[in-house]
């Protein structure tokens, strides 16, 4: 299958930094690319859906401006915690889908563990 | 409002039988259906899909049901294999906006 790769895939950082996490798709170009965040033994909560070069769509209850995503081209996405809380530690995961048809499946990169101490 | 429910957090199988994961969605406008495979740390594996369009798709050792009526969806893995050990997650989509949403998957474990 595609190949979605994400970094990094372990960040810690201090309260009230700012840290960014990248995902590109290698071998495919994503139209679309979509941020997870799972919480410990839950489901993956969808943040937000991004088109190339278009602004991000975000889910009800999800700060656009702490979590900021740029989509600026068709194999990258990055997804910035702006003032990073502990609270705000979690596993984040990026997804890419592309090509014509919309059925294409989303292929996910391998996540990232964000401790915020 | 849960869109997309799985209602068992776990099941175990013996090795070789047949596992059945369970998968309930609510909204009526899904007509992309999609189990995922993750282990621990590491993002979500595509398995398999379903159109809406099918009642059956087939792929190796992994088949997926779709009972549109029932708004029920199963996959069905034969023979479990150890390997197979891991959280399945099954995931809509819908036309109109392309967003996935997952359930809250289901632990399964394939005893020896």
């Known amino acids: 299958g595609a190949v979605v790769s994400q970094h990094p895939s372990r960040v810690i950082c201090k309260s009230g930094t700012s840290v960014k996490i990248e995902c590109r798709s290698l071998?495919?170009?994503?139209?679309?690319m979509f941020w997870y965040r799972q919480f410990p033994k839950q489901s993956l909560m969808l943040m937000a859906t991004?088109?190339?070069?278009?602004?991000?769509?975000?889910e009800q209850g999800v700060e656009k401006d702490k979590f900021l995503i740029n989509h600026a081209s068709l194999t990258l996405s990055t997804l910035t915690v702006t003032s990073a809380h502990p609270e705000d530690s979690s596993f984040y995961i990026c997804?890419?889908?592309?090509?014509?048809?919309?059925?294409?499946?989303?292929?996910f990169g391998q996540g990232t563990r964000l401790t915020v101490v | 409002d849960q869109q997309v429910k799985q209602n068992s957090p776990s099941l175990s199988v013996q090795e070789g039988r047949i596992s059945i994961l369970n998968c309930d969605y609510t909204?009526?406008?899904?007509?992309?259906f999609l189990w995922y495979k993750k282990y621990p740390a590491e993002g979500p594996t595509f398995l398999i899909s379903?159109?809406?369009?099918?009642d059956k798709n087939e792929d190796g050792r992994f088949t997926v049901f779709l009972n549109k009526s029932a708004k029920h969806l199963s996959l069905h893995i034969v023979p479990s294999q150890p390997g197979d050990s891991a959280v399945y997650f099954c995931?809509?989509?819908?036309?109109?906006?392309?967003?996935?949403?997952f359930g809250k998957g289901t632990r399964l474990h394939i005893l020896p």
């Open positions: 997804s890419a889908r592309g090509g014509v048809a919309r059925t294409n499946e989303a292929f």
């Open positions: 071998d495919f170009q994503a139209t679309t």
């Open positions: 991004s088109n190339e070069g278009s602004k991000a769509t975000y």
């Open positions: 909204n009526s406008m899904f007509d992309y």
């Open positions: 379903i159109s809406s369009i099918k």
């Open positions: 995931a809509a989509s819908a036309h109109r906006d392309d967003k996935i949403i």
